[in-house]
């Protein structure tokens, strides 16, 4: 079992759809989460940190569940400019600083 | 304010050479990261670095060496090529391991033919 899970995806939704992307990871010792947005193989960069109690940027919004070990993250009105690839990444004490990332989800989004 | 660079950002080589991918950053950040991405895997951890003389193995090192002499470089160097390291290669930095972002580098293609 990996130890970051992502839907596979490719989600294709159209211009101002809502969209939900659901991440799972299996070290619950894990301590720090984040979603990171990778541009057409270009680097990764951090699109948001998740708190526990949630937290919103504009119309994106992350969940964290410590319970269920599972991470999301919606987008409401989707913009042509959300398409990308958005990646579920982890990290805690007991990794040794490392990110752990899942293998990230596509979003196209189509006029 | 250059942030974090690697050099080449392309690269062809052959099989058994040897080659060397650089990472430079500017923020004087403690920790710096080696990944690979490959389709089907996703981001893979090759060595990282929490200071200056201090590494340490990811999820992958196998055929790689690493350095880290000064604090702002951290280069990679695969020792004799293989078809496998075919990939995208990128460098990270950050200052704190667990709390902060790690600020990604812009990759460097490699091609081993």
């Known amino acids: 079992r990996k130890e970051v899970e992502q839907d596979p995806g490719p989600f294709n939704v159209p211009e101002g759809a809502t969209v939900a992307f659901n991440c799972t990871y299996s070290n619950s010792a894990s301590q720090s989460f984040f979603w990171y947005r990778q541009d057409c193989r270009k680097e990764p960069k951090l699109l948001m940190s998740v708190y526990s109690s949630g937290n919103e940027d504009g119309r994106f919004t992350a969940q964290l569940n410590r319970a269920s070990q599972y991470i999301s993250l919606l987008i409401r009105d989707s913009k042509l400019s959300d398409s990308a690839t958005y990646l579920c990444?982890?990290?805690?004490?007991?990794?040794?600083?490392?990110?752990?990332f899942g293998q990230g989800t596509e979003l196209s989004v189509k006029p | 304010d250059a942030g974090i660079t690697q050099s080449p950002r392309y690269k062809i080589t052959e099989t058994g050479r040897q080659v060397t991918l650089m990472c430079h950053q500017t923020?004087?950040?403690?920790?710096m990261f080696w990944y690979r991405q490959d389709l089907g895997h996703g981001l893979r951890l090759i060595y990282y670095?929490?200071?200056?003389?201090?590494?340490d193995k990811g999820e992958v090192p196998d055929g790689y060496v690493v350095s880290r002499s000064k604090t702002e470089n951290f280069p990679l160097t695969l020792e004799s090529a293989t078809r496998s390291q075919t990939s995208v290669y990128f460098c990270?930095?950050?200052?704190?391991?667990?709390?902060?972002?790690?600020?990604f580098g812009p990759g460097t293609r490699l091609l081993v033919l």
């Open positions: 990270a930095s950050t200052q704190a391991a667990f709390q902060e972002t790690q600020y």
């Open positions: 923020w004087s950040h403690s920790y």
């Open positions: 670095s929490a200071a200056a003389d201090i590494t």
């Open positions: 990444v982890v990290t805690g004490y007991n990794q040794g600083g490392k990110l752990i």
